[in-house]
Nanobody, 134 residues
């Protein structure tokens, strides 16, 4: 059974940084696709960033240049480094994994790939809250 546990959320001032972690148990980062999603209060969930089956990172438009997704395959940890945070980044952040399907060219079609991952991901974490004060 795969379990995902996020950590690293908190409260920061605008312009600050946070690094989120997602620790996976029962899953090796050898296949599939993994990513970060977020949901602000009163809004729909949206994709933030992901890593496809080739190990390529990809980002939603608002995240590119500010956020960096990475992973430690040996430790089965997925990270999201977030810099230059603003109030619009306030949300609950979730990691998700589709372990079964191949994903490629995520960097060419980031939004479509995140949309697909959101629909097909079987495993989700419980979320970690990020609050950015202006």
């Amino acid at each position: 059974q795969v379990q995902l546990v996020e950590s690293g959320g908190g409260s920061v001032e605008s312009g600050g940084s946070l690094r989120l972690s997602c620790t996976a148990s029962g899953y090796k980062f050898t296949s599939g696709c993994m990513g970060w999603f977020r949901q602000a209060q009163g809004k729909e969930r949206e994709g933030v960033a992901g890593i496809d089956s080739a190990g390529m990172p990809f980002y939603n438009t608002y995240a590119k240049g500010r956020f960096t997704i990475s992973r430690d395959s040996a430790e089965s940890v997925l990270y999201l480094q977030m810099n230059s945070l603003n109030a619009e980044d306030t949300a609950m952040y979730y990691c998700a994994i589709d372990h079964a399907r191949p994903y490629y060219a995520g960097d060419r079609f980031p939004v479509a790939t995140l949309t697909r991952l959101e629909k097909t991901a079987v495993y989700w974490g419980q979320g970690t809250q990020v609050t950015v004060s202006s």
